[in-house]
């Protein structure tokens, strides 16, 4: 769950893994974040402020605003500090 959340910037993913971090499995939330911080110093070079989602509608791709690498180094750091 952490992985899909720690790039989308809204209000509801913050806090979903803010009670990740403070009431889930402290061992899955250490792998979660190494894993996330792999995947994050790889793509410092192809930042993109908006990624589009096909949510494999008929209607147009879901435009989802993204945190920046740092924001998102930033949720990691704070993950890794939680509980």
Do not use: C, W
């Not at 971090?21 to 250490?30: N, R, W």
């Not at 792999?38 to 096909?54: K, P, V």
């Amino acid at each position: 769950m952490l992985p899909i959340l720690i790039p989308v910037n809204h209000r509801a993913a913050g806090d979903m893994m803010f009670m990740i971090g403070q009431f889930g499995s402290a061992k899955e939330v250490v792998i979660a974040v190494q894993e996330a911080a792999e995947r994050l110093f790889q793509s410092f070079a192809t930042y993109s402020e908006e990624t589009e989602i096909d949510d494999n509608t008929d209607t147009k791709p879901i435009r989802i605003r993204r945190n920046t690498p740092m924001q998102e180094l930033k949720t990691l750091i704070d993950l890794s500090a939680a509980g």
